[in-house]
């Protein structure tokens, strides 16, 4: 059965996250239905992450196997005919090799959080950004985020549901940068690492938003992750500002077409 990649985009709002699930809306599930229409049986797709409800995508990557040969191309636009009016867009596909695994083979997720802060309550942006109301100080955030990078273990950061097997992660980047936007004062959070646990890039932006608020002291970051206690851990930030921007691997199937 030949195998597709591919390179998706979501609105995370209206979804109880990617993941398939009985009663509730998911991407994943939309995607499956969609596929449905182009091969009448069950489908079961696999992602490069499992994001949660309200998280968007900007890049997310899967894979689905079909019967029939197709057109990358082709295909991308026959899920798309199928997945309106869904907030689901396929926005690129490629034929690839039958071991190739979304999950397996990716070598990094890179994340993006966006933060604003102004007065006035959100119009365009609300359920995209995380709004709050007075400025930030970017460089004692930058100051506390480099005490996380690297690696180390993360169980201060980690929910109490997580499924991983170990707290143990390296993160390899985590940059804040300030950008005076039409909306207000926008602070974007670029993430990047080959793994991440569960709530992990939400409890960092939470915890780093005190820090830059003045309630925390930078340092107060590298006591909490060495404590290894996710009671210790700053607020856990809401999901709307939070999206999938891409995913990493060693031979890109997107770039290779």
Known sequence: MPRYALKIEYDGAPFA??????????????????LAKLEPRAHTIAAAGRTDAGVHGLAQVAHCDLER???AFRLSEALNYHLKPAPVAIVDCAIVEGDWHARFSAVERR???????????????????????????????????????????????????????????????????????????????????????????????GTLERVGAGSWDPDRVRVALEACERSTCGPVSPPQGLYLAGVGYPNDPFEAK
């Open 111 to 205: 994340y993006l959080f966006r933060l604003v802060a102004r007065r006035a309550s959100m119009t365009h942006l609300r359920g995209r950004v995380w709004h709050v109301q007075n400025p930030l100080d970017v460089a004692a955030m930058q100051a506390a985020a480099a005490h996380l990078v690297g690696l180390h273990d993360f169980t201060t950061f980690r929910s109490s549901i997580c499924q991983s097997a170990s707290p143990v992660k390296t993160l390899d980047r985590l940059d804040i940068s300030e950008h005076e936007t039409n909306a207000g004062v926008e602070y974007r959070f670029d993430v990047r690492a080959r793994s991440f646990l569960h709530n992990q890039v939400r409890s960092f932006v």
């Open 17 to 34: 996250g990617w993941q398939r699930q009985k009663d509730q809306p998911s991407v994943q599930g939309a995607i499956e239905a969609a």
């Open 69 to 71: 040969g197709w057109q």
